[in-house]
């Protein structure tokens, strides 16, 4: 009897010390386990250390004034940031030499420069002359686009050259913030509909269009023809037009009157500025290809249902 307690025991002291065992085992390998994790984040970490510095600057204007919320940005990746109120800027960049650095401004001509060893950068971004300087026109006179503070869109011969389209308001489409080309019938070569900063009437209506106004004639769309579907756009060609102006607040088109209401699009159609200027010649050219619709025959009315009792007949005669 006492020989099979002690048998007994003894299986019972084996399993618990088998089981201390395995417990001890485990907490060993989670310890290894945490402690390689640790210490391979700490090595990325000195690694990225190495591998990127931070470099500041700061960015003005050729005048010297700072410019906040000028953006910079490392070329030809994501990698960028903003100036902060004092036209300051801190970001950190791959230990590149090659690297180039892009700074950009509305209304300033965007700079590269290379980063090379360099770790502060001043620089000084010049104004887009060719923007803010070029002349517009407000209804009846020219001024300088950096001296407008209507609200107005314009947009140059070469902005819609090249373009796919048979009319101009449909290139107009999507260049111009606030302007609507609608297709009320969906049909190809339909007349369009064109809208500034939304409808002011619920029909659409004479009210509901912008003047036009173009080479300073003033085309009124309740007079215009049918043809033209209220749009003297359409019977204007795309490749003769200089410049489109589009004026679309009460500031911009208050010399108008109550005409203006709806906005005004002026356009400017090419003249020869020189007598002894070189006639030049362009040729487009556009192709395109479609595939011919599958069309099944249909038939309705007395010749279906006696299809459909032919049909039957021959259903239950095989069967």
């Given amino acids: 009897m006492t020989t099979y307690i002690n048998r007994k025991n003894e299986k019972k002291y084996h399993y618990l010390f088998s089981r201390f065992l395995t417990i001890i085992l485990l907490f060993c390998l989670i ?33 010297g004034l700072v410019l906040p919320g000028a953006y910079v940005l490392l070329k030809g990746t994501y990698t960028g940031t903003s100036t902060d109120n004092k036209g300051e800027f801190s970001l950190e960049v791959p230990k590149n030499e090659d690297a180039i650095l892009a700074f950009s401004f509305i209304g300033m001509e965007t700079q590269e420069i290379k980063i090379g060893s360099k770790l502060i950068f001043e620089i000084a971004l010049e104004e887009k002359l060719n923007e803010i300087g070029e002349i517009v026109a407000i209804g009846y006179q020219n001024v300088q686009k950096r001296k407008v503070t209507a609200a107005m869109t314009t947009i140059k011969s070469e902005d819609i050259q090249n373009i796919p389209y048979a009319s101009v308001d449909q290139i107009l489409s999507g260049k111009i913030a606030g302007l609507t080309v609608l297709s009320p019938s969906g049909e190809p070569g339909a007349n369009t509909v064109v809208n500034i900063r939304g409808s002011s009437s619920v029909s659409l209506g004479g009210v509901s269009y912008p003047l036009y106004v173009i080479d300073g004639i003033v085309y009124d769309v309740n007079d215009l023809p049918s043809a033209y579907g209220n ?11 200089e410049s489109i102006d589009v004026l679309k607040d009460a500031s911009a088109a208050a010399i108008y009157g109550s005409r203006g209401a ?34 099944r025959s249909v038939i309705t009315g007395r010749l279906e249902r006696q299809a459909k009792l032919d049909l039957l007949y021959q259903w239950f005669v095989k069967k």
Avoid: W
């Fill in 31 to 63: 310890h290894c386990f945490e402690i390689r994790t640790v210490s391979a984040s700490i090595v990325g970490v000195k690694g990225q250390q190495i591998e990127s510095y931070i470099i500041k600057g700061v960015v003005t204007d050729a005048k």
């Fill in 231 to 241: 749009n003297p756009l359409t019977a204007l060609n795309p490749n003769e037009i």
């Fill in 262 to 295: 709806n906005g005004v699009i002026l356009v400017k159609t090419k003249t020869a500025s020189n007598k002894d200027q070189k006639p030049t010649f362009r040729l487009n050219m556009y192709t395109g290809m479609s595939l011919k619709p599958s069309l």
